[in-house]
């Protein structure tokens, strides 16, 4: 039910849903003005036409009466009742006081006329049924009264049975559009699903995907075979980034790796004086090697082509491995490592990477800290009312200078050093690679003031 509700919803929020309200709403109209002039053409004709019948009929007895008399009139409405046998049309020739003279109304109707002498009312028949009737009111000389009317059982009985008519066909015709609506929209909605997933897979670093086209040329197809065209050239140009960087590392790592180890034998026969240098060219390639491994693997972390591990992991236990490697550094600077982590904070992800990503935070907390303070490292849940139910979330806490806001999204490029920062040793790749294995994860990488100090949290789906 409640995935039902969702889809639904989801229904009910596409373009192609509000299109299909907007054209209700139009041919709502459309059908409207249709069967007002429709109505108009037929049943308004039928009252008009009975109304005009009405008023030519009271016009002849006015003028048999002004012509003849009082005597004339009233062997006319009773030849006109003779011959009536429906008895359909009603007479009643009145006095002043409307006492009848004339006619097949046994007595005035109660109802009151309008500006132009209209009256309608129910008219109880010899056989004793009633039915609605309308008639026209005359006032003769003399303060003698003329009502000349007509059954119009059969006119209301036309007005209801095209009202009912009227009423289910439009109550049909909203129903068949909302579900035409719905159904188009799901239509749409399931090529968007379909979109969405092989793009979402695209992101994840599957760039052999292609979006499905259904042959059948709409725009759609037309829109799915331009993005494969793209998505083909940028396969291809990554595929050419990727293979410059294989030669790099090849080309580039290795020579440099052999500088690295011919210093180092240089360094070992070398004289006092000469020595401390070479070491200090082999530190400095160890460096190099060390920021050209990093810069290869944030690439291939951010491309996607870094094949990752996911199974389940405590990040507890990463906490205390990583604290573990750092407890003799923390120690040498007189600097108390610590850990507060609740316990069931497990989240699928690369073992590897999260460590590594966690030690960067780490080591980056070490170098910037004060000496004599505490780097408190803390993992717990996030949820029951927190931004982000289902997070787990791992923050590293220093006493050292921080960062300012406004510097915070600069830090996570590569290469990005603050200015007080730039004699320390590192390369400014640190976070970069935090960030990319937060991202890898579908988490985010979060900086905030500890006052005095930083305070870095990995936020990651449990």
Same mark, same amino acid.
């Given at each position: 039910?409640?995935?039902?509700r969702? !889809?639904?919803?989801?229904?009910l929020?596409?373009?192609?849903?509000?299109l @299909?309200?907007s054209?209700i709403a139009?041919f709502?109209?459309s059908?409207?003005l *249709?069967?007002? $002039?429709f109505?108009?053409?037929?049943?308004? /004709?039928?009252v008009?036409e009975?109304d005009?019948t009405l008023?030519s009929e009271?016009?002849g007895?006015a003028?048999q009466y002004?012509e003849?008399? /009082?005597?004339r009139?009233v062997q006319v409405?009773?030849?006109r009742?003779?011959?009536?046998?429906?008895?359909d049309?009603?007479?009643l020739?009145?006095t002043?006081?409307?006492?009848?003279?004339?006619?097949?109304?046994a007595?005035?109707?109660?109802?009151?006329?309008?500006?132009?002498?209209?009256i309608e009312?129910v008219h109880r028949?010899?056989d004793?049924?009633?039915?609605p009737?309308?008639?026209?009111v005359? *006032?003769?000389?003399d303060?003698?009264?003329l009502?000349v009317?007509r059954n119009?059982?059969q006119l209301?009985?036309?007005?209801?049975?095209?009202? !009912? &008519?009227?009423l289910?066909?439009?109550?049909l015709?909203f129903? *068949?559009a909302?579900?035409?609506g719905?159904?188009?929209?799901?239509?749409v909605l399931?090529r968007?699903? &379909? $979109?969405? !997933?092989t @793009?979402s897979?695209?992101v994840a670093g599957?760039?052999?995907r292609?979006?499905?086209?259904?042959g059948?040329?709409?725009?759609?197809d +037309?829109?799915?075979?331009?993005l494969?065209?793209?998505l083909d050239r940028?396969?291809?140009?990554?595929?050419?980034?990727?293979?410059?960087s294989d030669n790099?590392?090849?080309? /580039?790592?290795?020579?440099?790796t !052999?500088?690295?180890?011919?210093?180092e034998?240089? &360094?070992?026969?070398?004289q006092?004086?000469l020595r %401390?240098?070479?070491?200090?060219?082999v530190a400095e390639?160890d460096?190099?090697l060390?920021?050209?491994?990093?810069?290869l693997?944030i690439?291939?972390?951010?491309? %996607?082509?870094?094949? =990752?591990?996911?199974?389940p992991?405590d #990040?507890?236990?990463?906490?205390d491995?990583?604290l573990d490697?750092?407890q003799?550094l923390?120690?040498?600077?007189?600097?108390?490592? &610590?850990a507060?982590?609740?316990p %069931?904070?497990?989240?699928?992800?690369?073992?590897? #990477?999260? $460590?590594?990503a966690?030690a960067n935070?780490?080591d980056?907390? +070490?170098?910037?800290?004060?000496t004599?303070?505490t780097? *408190?490292v803390t993992?717990?849940h996030?949820?029951d009312? %927190?931004?982000?139910?289902?997070m787990v979330?791992?923050?590293?806490?220093?006493s050292?200078?921080?960062?300012?806001?406004e510097e915070h999204a600069r830090?996570?490029?590569r290469?990005a050093r603050?200015d007080r920062?730039?004699?320390l040793p590192?390369s400014g790749?640190?976070?970069s690679?935090?960030?990319?294995?937060a991202?890898r994860h579908r988490?985010?990488?979060? $900086?905030?003031?500890n =006052?005095?100090?930083?305070r870095v949290? #990995?936020?990651?789906?449990?």
């Amino acid at each position: 039910m409640r995935r039902l509700r969702q !889809r639904l919803g989801a229904i009910l929020r596409t373009t192609t849903f509000h299109l @299909t309200l907007s054209y209700i709403a139009l041919f709502g109209i459309s059908v409207s003005l *249709l069967t007002l $002039f429709f109505y108009w053409s037929t049943i308004g /004709l039928i009252v008009r036409e009975t109304d005009a019948t009405l008023k030519s009929e009271i016009t002849g007895l006015a003028e048999q009466y002004l012509e003849h008399g /009082l005597d004339r009139l009233v062997q006319v409405i009773a030849h006109r009742i003779r011959n009536d046998p429906s008895g359909d049309m009603l007479y009643l020739f009145t006095t002043r006081d409307n006492q009848p003279l004339a006619g097949n109304l046994a007595a005035y109707p109660p109802a009151t006329p309008d500006e132009e002498g209209w009256i309608e009312f129910v008219h109880r028949r010899a056989d004793g049924r009633e039915v609605p009737a309308r008639a026209r009111v005359y *006032l003769l000389r003399d303060g003698l009264h003329l009502l000349v009317g007509r059954n119009i059982g059969q006119l209301r009985q036309l007005k209801q049975t095209f009202n !009912r &008519a009227l009423l289910i066909g439009g109550g049909l015709t909203f129903v *068949l559009a909302a579900a035409g609506g719905l159904l188009m929209s799901g239509r749409v909605l399931n090529r968007i699903s &379909a $979109f969405t !997933r092989t @793009t979402s897979e695209i992101v994840a670093g599957r760039l052999d995907r292609r979006l499905d086209e259904q042959g059948g040329g709409d725009e759609f197809d +037309l829109l799915a075979g331009h993005l494969n065209v793209m998505l083909d050239r940028l396969e291809a140009l990554l595929e050419t980034v990727r293979h410059v960087s294989d030669n790099i590392a090849h080309d /580039l790592r290795t020579p440099l790796t !052999r500088l690295r180890n011919r210093i180092e034998l240089a &360094a070992r026969d070398a004289q006092d004086e000469l020595r %401390g240098e070479l070491e200090a060219s082999v530190a400095e390639a160890d460096a190099l090697l060390a920021t050209f491994t990093a810069l290869l693997r944030i690439a291939r972390i951010e491309s %996607g082509s870094y094949d =990752a591990h996911f199974e389940p992991v405590d #990040l507890a236990r990463i906490v205390d491995d990583a604290l573990d490697l750092y407890q003799g550094l923390a120690q040498e600077r007189n600097v108390v490592l &610590a850990a507060d982590s609740e316990p %069931g904070c497990n989240i699928s992800g690369d073992r590897n #990477l999260l $460590f590594q990503a966690i030690a960067n935070l780490i080591d980056n907390a +070490l170098k910037y800290t004060a000496t004599g303070t505490t780097v *408190l490292v803390t993992v717990h849940h996030e949820g029951d009312g %927190g931004k982000a139910p289902g997070m787990v979330r791992v923050t590293v806490a220093d006493s050292g200078p921080g960062i300012p806001v406004e510097e915070h999204a600069r830090v996570t490029q590569r290469f990005a050093r603050l200015d007080r920062s730039r004699s320390l040793p590192g390369s400014g790749l640190g976070l970069s690679l935090v960030k990319a294995v937060a991202e890898r994860h579908r988490g985010t990488l979060e $900086f905030a003031d500890n =006052a005095p100090g930083l305070r870095v949290s #990995l936020r990651l789906p449990a």
